[in-house]
């Protein structure tokens, strides 16, 4: 039973920037899937971004609305992914989820997709 858990949210002025955190445990870590998700106040969680895991060749993926601003890494040695957010906006305020596939190798995009998720942390972006 794989775990997860986010850290590094807060509160930011626009154009600053946050690094996400996602410390996993009790999985095959380096194998999996690791998205990013995320759900503004009184919206849909949406996808953010996604790396994938060692067989597909880390690839990587993101929502248009991050794309160029948002970067996603991993480091499987520390069983621990990243979402580096810079340029942030007051639109990217919401609670950020990690997330692992353990069926999925490559950038997948969909919740379904997803066995495993973090409790969240939430990023405010001040105007």
């Known amino acids: 039973q794989m775990q997860l858990v986010e850290s590094g949210g807060g509160l930011v002025q626009a154009g600053g920037s946050l690094r996400l955190s996602c410390a996993a445990s009790?999985?095959?870590?380096?194998?999996?899937?690791l998205g990013w998700f995320r759900q503004a106040s009184g919206r849909e969680r949406e996808f953010v971004a996604v790396?994938?895991?060692?067989?597909?060749?880390?690839?990587?993926a993101y929502a248009d609305s991050v794309k160029g601003r948002f970067t996603v890494s991993r480091d499987n040695a520390k069983n621990t992914a990243y979402l580096q957010m810079d340029n942030l906006k007051p639109e990217d305020t919401a609670v950020y989820y990690c997330?692992?596939?353990?069926?999925?190798?490559?950038?997948?995009?969909?919740?379904?997709?997803?066995?495993?998720w973090g409790q969240g942390t939430q990023v405010t972006v001040s105007s």
């Open positions: 997330a692992a596939s353990t069926q999925y190798a490559g950038a997948v995009k969909l919740e379904w997709q997803y066995d495993y």
């Open positions: 009790g999985g095959t870590f380096g194998s999996d899937a």
């Open positions: 790396i994938g895991g060692n067989w597909s060749g880390r690839t990587t």
